[in-house]
């Protein structure tokens, strides 16, 4: 009977050893056919400074580079979410409202600086506000108070010697939905509001607006990124060099708009991601720079790292250089 016991125990040990063989087996040949058969998750936004996604999904650059992908539109908020659980493996967006969800852990790294511009502080025409620091006491509207308009805002309002986080703000922050910002404003519910192109600009040109900040023109923020591609760490960790052709996509997506800011914006109108005017949507287009820069989203991070870290948006105790080196990836 013992005989038979350990019999029947090797037996099983060896049934279960073929079984993990074929398992691993099954794994390996996963593993290298995966690059090639795995559809990448590309999240994309509707805003105007979202068409070098745009322009790669229509104008065939990810298949010009070898992907498969498929792309899944969503709001910023969602997009963050998306990254944090995994359903989109990349995607595109204003470096500011990236810091705080890194801060916080978000499995992401920033890869590769593709423009500038494509936000604005305006106030009313007829407003005495002159410039930023004449802001101080005043009510300014935001259609989210984490997103990259606000932060763009408090960057401003810092660099004019304003209190712009935490308690006792030399301003008051008022959230309005993006289509009603420009009525708030209009009918004195608000001083001024920061927002994004193309409606910011629309208004702008409507209304007669005061742009106090532009970030395609106003330092330091015309010095700067304003988006930038990213992956998840995941995606980047499993497919590093289907990571790496998404950025050049990207990259060569930016560079053919740069050369035909025109044409890009007709696309968005004619493919019903933005709406609005083509023409004027690209006058807009032509004034972000698109040079897409692996190392100019690299500074661009770190100054809105240190930046947000010196207001007071980020901890104290945060450690910049290291939330840097974990939220940025350069390709060799």
């Given at each position: 009977m013992k005989k038979v016991t350990c019999y029947a125990k090797?037996?099983?040990?060896?049934?279960?050893?073929?079984?993990?063989?074929?398992?691993?087996?099954?794994?390996?040949?996963?593993?290298?056919?995966?690059?090639?058969?795995?559809?990448?998750?590309?999240?994309?936004?509707t805003a105007l400074c979202h068409a070098p996604l745009h322009v790669a999904i229509q104008k065939g650059f990810f298949e010009a580079e070898g992907l498969k992908v498929e792309p899944t539109p969503l709001d910023t908020a969602a997009t963050i979410d998306g990254a944090g659980t995994n359903t989109v493996d990349a995607g595109f967006g204003l470096i500011g409202k990236f810091a705080q969800p890194l801060e916080n852990g978000l499995g992401i790294k920033l890869t590769a600086g593709i423009h500038g511009g494509c936000i604005k502080l305006v106030t009313s025409a007829d407003s005495a506000i002159g410039s930023v620091a004449d802001l101080k006491g005043k009510t300014i509207g935001v259609a989210s108070l984490t997103d990259s308009p606000a932060i763009i805002v408090r960057r401003a309002l810092a660099n004019a010697g304003l209190k712009a986080a935490g308690d006792d703000l030399d301003v008051e922050f008022v959230v309005f939905t993006n289509a009603d910002l420009p009525a708030a404003l209009l009918n004195g519910a608000i001083d001024s509001y920061a927002a994004m192109d193309p409606a910011v600009s629309v208004a702008v040109r409507d209304n007669g607006f005061k742009v106090l900040v532009d970030t395609a023109?106003?330092?330091p923020f015309a010095h700067e990124f304003c988006c930038a591609t990213f992956v998840t760490d995941k995606f980047a960790s499993e497919h590093p060099d289907l990571a790496k052709k998404y950025t050049d996509a990207v990259v060569k997506a930016a560079a053919w708009i740069a050369e035909n800011p025109q044409e890009a914006a007709a696309l968005q109108v004619e493919k019903e991601y933005v709406s609005g005017d083509a023409e004027f949507n690209g006058t807009l287009l032509a004034t972000y720079g698109f040079h897409a820069s692996a190392n100019g989203g690299y500074d661009s991070l770190k100054t809105t790292l240190e930046e947000m870290k010196k207001i007071g948006v980020l901890k104290s105790e945060t450690d910049t250089d290291a939330l840097l080196g974990r939220g940025y990836l350069k390709f060799n």
């Open positions: 090797r037996s099983l040990a060896l049934a279960l050893s073929a079984v993990l063989l074929v398992l691993a087996l099954a794994g390996c040949g996963k593993a290298k056919k995966s690059d090639a058969d795995y559809v990448v998750k590309v999240a994309y936004g023109a106003s330092d």
